[in-house]
């Protein structure tokens, strides 16, 4: 069955460690992918996707992403995170029709 | 750029009211807009499609007379909810398609008494 996996429901990191968080997806062709990321009581902001081309992506709020085929992963990196990085966050895949299949998502936790 | 707003953020209404919200796309235009349901601690579920001048394509189980949703220009979407319930209760957030990427309002509070 088709599906975005989140395998991580929940992460806690100390401020100004690196954080990763992990995306996998069942697809039989490549997707488009995106992360997004959500504060509590708030929508969906973009934080970065990929189309093609250059595998490793760079986002906002100096977050990133590496797209892997061979794993279908794509994981969302960030080397040093703030408090303001406390959320949830979502990846999620789309084809040409922008209908989006989310994860189940990640509640990132920052201790000071 | 790609900003979506949603009015209003929270609303409270006695049941049996009907309740309009409006999804707008600021600074582009967008043939399509999706509304989401999203419950406590969960990801987002996919109600319907939203297309400009066309009706709107639901998801399993979403009733299309209670959640009637019309999308009469490339800018605004909207989505009532009839006959409100308390069960329907929730945060509601719709999402417009710009350049094969969603950008997602805000969200809506809906607490029905």
């Known amino acids: 069955a088709q599906s975005v996996t989140q395998p991580d429901i929940h992460i806690t990191v100390s401020e100004g460690a690196s954080l990763e968080l992990r995306c996998n997806y069942s697809?039989?062709?490549?997707?488009?992918l995106f992360w997004y990321v959500q504060s509590p009581g708030q929508g969906l902001q973009l934080l970065l996707k990929?189309?093609?081309?250059?595998?490793l992506v760079q986002g906002i709020k100096g977050f990133e992403a590496e797209f892997k085929r061979s794993q279908s992963s794509f994981n969302l990196r960030k080397p040093s995170v703030h408090w303001s990085d406390a959320a949830e966050y979502f990846c999620?895949?789309?084809?040409?029709?922008?209908?989006?299949?989310f994860g189940a998502g990640t509640t990132v936790t920052v201790r000071a | 750029g790609a900003v979506v707003s949603q009015h209003p953020s929270r609303v409270i209404c006695k049941s049996g009211t009907s309740v309009k919200i409006e999804c707008r796309s600021l600074?582009?235009?967008?043939?399509?807009m999706f509304w989401y349901r999203q419950f406590p601690k969960q990801s987002l579920m996919l109600m319907a499609t939203?297309?400009?001048?066309?009706?709107?394509?639901?998801e399993q189980g979403v009733e299309k007379d209670k959640f009637l949703i019309n999308h009469a220009s490339l800018t605004l979407s909207t989505l009532t909810v009839t006959s409100a319930h308390p069960e329907d209760s929730s945060f509601y957030i719709c999402?417009?398609?710009?350049?094969?990427?969603?950008?997602f309002g805000p969200g809506t509070r809906l607490l029905v008494l």
């Open positions: 999402s417009a398609g710009h350049e094969e990427t969603q950008y």
């Open positions: 697809y039989g062709a490549t997707p488009y």
């Open positions: 990929y189309f093609s081309g250059d595998t």
């Open positions: 999620a895949v789309a084809f040409n029709d922008y209908k989006l299949s």
């Open positions: 600074d582009f235009q967008a043939t399509t």
């Open positions: 939203s297309n400009e001048g066309s009706k709107a394509t639901y």
